[in-house]
């Protein structure tokens, strides 16, 4: 005949038969939301670099938490701003802190909200780095004690499910076994394990504020011209009790995803980061893309590489926007 009797534009004629063959579909159950906590009352910064994300008072953020509930998000992570920083991070275990306040605000309000939260130091140290310092490098094993205590302080709060991100060696064991010993053993474990040392971040790192004072994070973090590495770090986390892994940050490491998709059946996190929402926002507001269709993209992307959940700041505007498909 000359010509391929197989012609794929057949199934491509209408909207209709193009969601009939579709292969990957985002819903709001493939979001987590992170959202940013910090003292005061009646506070809601907007974040420069993230335009749409705030830094909010815990009244704030029960407030954002009604609409992330009423669009059907099932789950939120919480990062916190803590009013004083110290070179032990000593804000990340009180029982006061703004990150334990906002849980058991959270699951007052909110019971049906999956409250995860962020185990990590960078965000409590004066230094901003992830850990306790020795001269000027994190050091491993006493950073250990501290993040184990910050997670079960947050499970005592109420949280959901701890994700430390840290990157230290061993901290998933070492989390895994204190909450055990505190009667916390249903309690899941959503480990960072991939986490690339990446120029992604730094938006973060305002609405967090926690940009290091000096150097920086890849004598911890992966780096990023690494993939097989990222298989070792997955099953060193599932070896050491982690429930579900992540790949951070998202795009520009979908290859990733895919390899620890196919290493493990356990559930995978990807983190679709602020570096990358903040791109997207940029350019949509030059008037250089379809902020919408661009957004959607990437994140049925991130879900077609293979992973099951994704963190997103998107997360709102796509479930609103899913809605209106």
Sequence with gaps: ???????????????TMRRM???????????????????????????????????LSVDQFLRELEDVASLRIPAVILFGVPEVKDAAGSSAYSDEGVVQQAIRAAKREFPQVVV????????????????????????????????????????????????????????????????????????????????????????????????????????YQMDPANAREALQEVALDIAEGADIVMVKPALSYLDVITRVHALTPKPLAAYNVSGEYAMVKAAARAGWIDERRVTMEILTSIKRAGADLILTYHAREACRWLSEA
């Excluded at 709001?28 to 420069?48: A, Q």
């Excluded at 184990?148 to 895994?176: F, L, N, Q, Y």
Aim: charged share 25%.
């Design 1 to 15: 005949m000359g010509f391929p009797v197989d012609r794929l534009r057949r199934l491509r004629r209408s909207e």
């Design 21 to 55: 063959v579709r292969e990957t579909a985002l819903a709001p159950d493939d979001f987590v939301y992170p959202m940013f906590v910090v003292p005061g009352k009646g506070l809601r910064r907007e974040i420069s670099a993230m335009p749409g994300q705030y830094q």
């Design 116 to 219: 995860i939260t962020d185990v990590c130091l960078c965000e409590y140290t004066s230094h901003g780095h992830c850990g306790i310092l020795r001269g000027e490098e994190v050091d491993n094993d006493p950073t250990l004690v501290v993040l184990a205590r910050e997670a079960v302080s947050h499970a005592r709060a109420g949280a959901d499910m701890v994700a430390p991100s840290d990157m230290m060696d061993g901290r998933v064991g070492a989390i895994r076994q204190a909450l055990d010993a505190e009667g916390f053993s249903h309690l899941p474990v959503m480990a960072y394990s991939a986490k690339y040392a990446s120029g992604f971040y730094g938006p973060f790192r305002e609405a967090a504020e926690s940009t290091p004072q000096f150097g920086d994070r890849q004598g």
